[in-house]
């Protein structure tokens, strides 16, 4: 269903079981969650489904190898079960969006031979508790063997390293999977649709007043139950309900840098667990670029953080002090930032120090907070939360939850190692089969079959493997409403390359406005937008 009968749904005036606030992560695993369990479900974003944090991520699906760490040395039964928790849902994740997401093995330097026993044994635990999820085994390097199997890495004093192995994914197109995959399901997720009021009669909230953020209609919604899932604003519509309620997070923040591919080795990762600040680095290979990141500093929230000059830098100097080949600012394509809502813990000041575990509470008037996590937990917060929404609303389900084994909607045929047959059925490079089917999964068939039947074959930009008739897909299919919704978020060349983006704007833009119906002055607004967004995602130069 397309975005305009999603909006006659909500504006039906039928009482829809929940009504979800927020279109990240959270918010559509709830949804998918709800929906699954027959709900009538609906959920809105002012912006896009993960236009925030949840497209903003590392891009790993992870255990958690640090809070293991903190586990053994603090006997910390809380970080012990975060661990086994993310290392259980990363398999559910990586077995549910197959064509999403995929094995990664990260390798880690050791300073000294008593470090490197202490980190073997850590992550051979850290495999043992993963089980038959686990991805592989970990592996103690020589000084040499790790100089092989990372050529540009400056091993300098250190005595040798281990490998590991998590999981690495799409985050943005993850969550459209699971958007769509609750639509497909009966529930009503839809996209730049504001809540501007809470409705509460006799004390209880019974609705929301909802603006369309594109025409700026607006309209009420009746619902049995609400549920607030915005991560780091989730204090902002905690006061929407009452405007005296205490904060429950703290926020921090997450900043990336991206580099071209050749920094790394294409299948293998850096992982740094401490820098002398105590902050953690990763510096990953990703859509044929590298992403480094990331700090980890108290931020405050806001729905469109850029990055600041001084976590830029840092992330700079320690990239070349790991590095022997030297980065510099012109190296780097595209630099975004990523707010991490953490559960507020008194006594502990530093955002380092908090675990990434979930809260879900529920205010005097019945609002629902789900706060805190992070993605490779998002199906268990979504169980939780419908869970404890069952007897806050007395919702008197009767079905059981069933995401473990859901195959989000692209995954259910797909087929690994299928895009050599869809190469040849149709006709197309190798490379491009295995780009989109990577990216559309059992629907990449469609995808090339507008590039045959519409001449839409030509690439978006040379230098990325997206061609045009992935833009009427996503438009046709996955509720793409403005140009950064393709170009950031569905095509992820905004988080890749601004420079290619803003070329490539154009002709994404000549699609859209003939698929959606925009004049001249829409398509220009559209790229003024666009381009003013990405401003801040360009590193400033030397």
Same mark, same amino acid.
């Given at each position: 269903?397309?975005r ?15 009504l ?7 918010g #559509?695993?709830?949804?998918? /969650? ?10 809105v ?6 236009q925030?944090?949840s497209?903003?991520s ?5 255990g *958690?190898?640090?809070y ?8 910390d039964r ?21 064509h ?10 050791v300073?000294t ?15 043992l508790l993963?089980?038959?999820?686990g ?20 091993m300098?004093?250190y005595?040798?390293?281990v490998?590991?192995? /998590? ?10 999977a699971l ?7 009966g529930?009503? #997720? ?5 809540v ?8 209880r909230?019974? *609705?929301?007043? !909802? ?5 700026g ?6 619902a049995?139950?609400i549920i607030?899932?915005? *991560?780091?604003?989730?204090?902002? &519509?905690?006061?929407m309900d009452?405007p ?6 703290? &926020?921090?923040s997450?900043?990336?840098i ?5 920094f790394?080795?294409?299948d ?9 600040d *105590? ?7 990703w ?7 990331t ?9 469109? %953080?850029? %990055?600041?000059v001084?976590?830029? /830098?840092?992330l ?8 022997s080949r030297?980065v ?5 394509r ?10 507020f813990?008194p ?11 979930h809260?879900?509470e529920?205010?005097?008037a019945?609002?629902?907070t789900?706060?805190g996590?992070k ?12 869970d ?12 059981? #939850?069933?995401?473990?084994h ?6 259910r ?10 190469a040849?059925?149709y ?7 295995k780009?989109l089917?990577?990216t ?12 045959r039947n ?10 990325? %493997?997206?061609?045009m ?6 438009v046709r299919?996955?509720?793409a ?8 978020r569905?095509?992820?060349m905004g ?7 803003l070329?490539a704007?154009p ?5 859209m406005?003939?698929? !959606? ?6 398509t220009?607004?559209?790229?003024q937008?666009l ?5 801040g ?6």
């Amino acid at each position: 269903m397309n975005r305009s009968g999603l909006l006659e749904r909500l504006k039906s005036g039928r009482e829809f079981d929940l009504l979800v606030i927020g279109g990240g992560a959270t918010g #559509c695993g709830v949804a998918v /969650d709800a929906a699954t369990r027959g709900l009538d479900v609906a959920l809105v974003d002012r912006a896009d489904f993960a236009q925030g944090t949840s497209s903003r991520s590392t891009k790993l699906v992870h255990g *958690g190898v640090r809070y293991l760490e903190k586990a053994v040395l603090q006997c910390d039964r809380e970080q012990f079960g975060l661990v086994r928790e993310g290392l259980r849902e990363r398999g559910f994740l990586l077995a549910n969006a197959p064509h999403l997401a995929h094995a990664v093995r990260l390798l880690t330097p050791v300073p000294t031979w008593k470090d490197a026993g202490y980190m073997f044994a850590g992550l051979t635990l850290y495999d043992l508790l993963a089980g038959r999820l686990g991805l592989g085994h970990s592996r103690f390097v020589g000084k040499r063997a790790a100089e092989r199997m990372f050529p540009t890495l400056r091993m300098g004093d250190y005595k040798a390293a281990v490998t590991y192995w /998590d999981g690495q994914f799409n985050d943005a197109r993850m969550a459209v999977a699971l958007a769509r995959t609750a639509n497909a399901h009966g529930a009503t #997720c839809c996209n730049h649709v504001e809540v501007t009021h809470l409705i509460k009669e006799g004390g209880r909230l019974r *609705g929301a007043e !909802l603006r369309d953020m594109l025409t700026g209609e607006t309209w009420t919604l009746r619902a049995g139950g609400i549920i607030n899932a915005t *991560g780091p604003m989730a204090d902002t &519509v905690r006061r929407m309900d009452d405007p005296g309620a205490d904060e429950i997070l703290k &926020v921090s923040s997450g900043i990336h840098i991206v580099l071209e591919a050749g920094f790394t080795p294409p299948d293998l990762s850096l992982m740094i667990p401490k820098t002398e600040d *105590g902050r953690v680095l990763f510096m990953i290979p990703w859509q044929n670029h590298v992403v480094f990141g990331t700090t980890d500093e108290h931020a405050n929230p806001e729905h469109d %953080p850029v %990055p600041d000059v001084a976590d830029i /830098d840092y992330l700079l100097r320690y990239a070349s002090k790991y590095l022997s080949r030297p980065v510099t600012r012109g190296d780097v394509r595209a630099v975004w930032s990523g707010l991490r809502p953490l559960v507020f813990a008194p006594g502990k000041g530093s955002t380092q120090e908090l675990a990434r575990t979930h809260v879900i509470e529920v205010s005097p008037a019945g609002l629902l907070t789900i706060a805190g996590g992070k993605w490779t937990s998002y199906r268990m917060m979504a169980q939780d939360t419908v869970d404890r929404a069952d007897v806050a609303f007395g919702l008197n389900l009767t079905r059981p #939850c069933v995401t473990r084994h859901l195959k989000v909607v692209g995954a259910r045929g797909f087929i690994p190692g299928g895009h050599t047959e869809i190469a040849r059925e149709y006709g197309v490079p190798v490379e491009l089969a295995k780009a989109l089917h990577g990216t559309y999964g059992d629907e990449t068939g469609q995808v090339l079959t507008i590039a045959r039947n519409e001449n839409l074959g030509d690439r978006v930009h040379p230098d990325h %493997p997206h061609i045009m008739a992935e833009v009427a897909f996503i438009v046709r299919n996955e509720l793409a409403m403005r140009l950064v919704d393709v170009l950031v978020r569905r095509l992820p060349m905004g988080l890749l390359d601004v420079e290619h983006t803003l070329q490539a704007a154009p002709g994404v833009a000549r699609i859209m406005a003939a698929e !959606l119906g925009w004049d001249a002055a829409r398509t220009d607004a559209e790229l003024q937008y666009l381009e003013a967004y990405l401003s801040g995602w360009r590193a400033p130069r030397d």
